[in-house]
T-cell receptor, first 116, second 113 residues
């Protein structure tokens, strides 16, 4: 099992450009999450999904959109990138209910995004 | 004020030392407490999980929760260079959709030979 994979690993954008980050998991998890990690700020939840076709806002959703058309994939979009979106982005997934007694989230390796 | 406060370090200790990592929180609704370990340029991974006040031990690691003081700790005994990583505390309320976690900022630990 590959676990949680993220594409791409690195990306440099210019202000105003758009891009999509792809997250895939092969553990049949219901829940998926997108976080950003910045120095001194820790991991902050951007958006999350509790199942195929559903999405919800997290702590810092502005400037991002998400879609979960398939259970195994969770896409994060930046429509018009800004320098403030320079960060490391992590995707995570987790099972629901009794399948996950420890409330564990499994993280991908991250995408390092720089917006110039 | 952040819901979860964690000293960012860095913390440098000699091999074999006992390490104490701590988080405080302000939200009384937090009922589940976790410690994640994150190696450099990797994603975090779950290290310890507990939901009650008191101690939980797993090998060289002990997680301690004091709900009355809103304070959690992770102790590492006989620390090894391989323990060098960033340790993030995470917390979850009892109910609520999606198992959302609130993370501390992380403490960077370096164990030196």
């Amino acid at each position: 099992n590959a676990g949680v994979t993220q594409t791409p690993k690195f990306r440099v954008l210019k202000t105003g450009q758009s891009m999509t980050l792809l997250c895939a998991q092969d553990m049949n998890h219901e829940y998926m999450y997108w976080y950003r990690q910045d120095p001194g700020m820790g991991l902050r939840l951007i958006h999350y999904s509790v199942g195929e076709g559903t999405t919800a806002k997290g702590e810092v959703p502005d400037g991002y959109n998400v879609s979960r058309l398939k259970k195994q994939n969770f896409l994060l979009g930046l429509e018009s990138a800004a320098p403030s979106q320079t960060s490391v982005y992590f995707c995570a997934s987790g099972a629901s209910g009794r399948m996950n007694p420890n409330n564990e989230q499994f993280f991908g390796p991250g995408t390092r995004l720089t917006v110039l | 004020q952040k819901e979860v406060e964690q000293d960012p370090g860095p913390l440098s200790v000699p091999e074999g030392a006992i390490v104490s990592l701590n988080c405080t929180y302000s939200n009384s609704a937090f009922q589940y407490f976790m410690w994640y370990r994150q190696y450099s340029r990797k994603g975090p991974e779950l290290l310890m999980y507990t939901y009650s006040s008191g101690n939980k031990e797993d090998g060289r690691f002990t997680a301690q929760v004091d709900k009355s003081s809103k304070y959690i700790s992770l102790f590492i005994r006989d620390s090894q260079p391989s323990d060098s990583a960033t340790y993030l505390c995470a917390m979850k309320v009892l109910t609520g959709g999606g198992n959302k976690l609130t993370f501390g900022t992380g403490t960077q630990l370096k164990v030196e030979l």
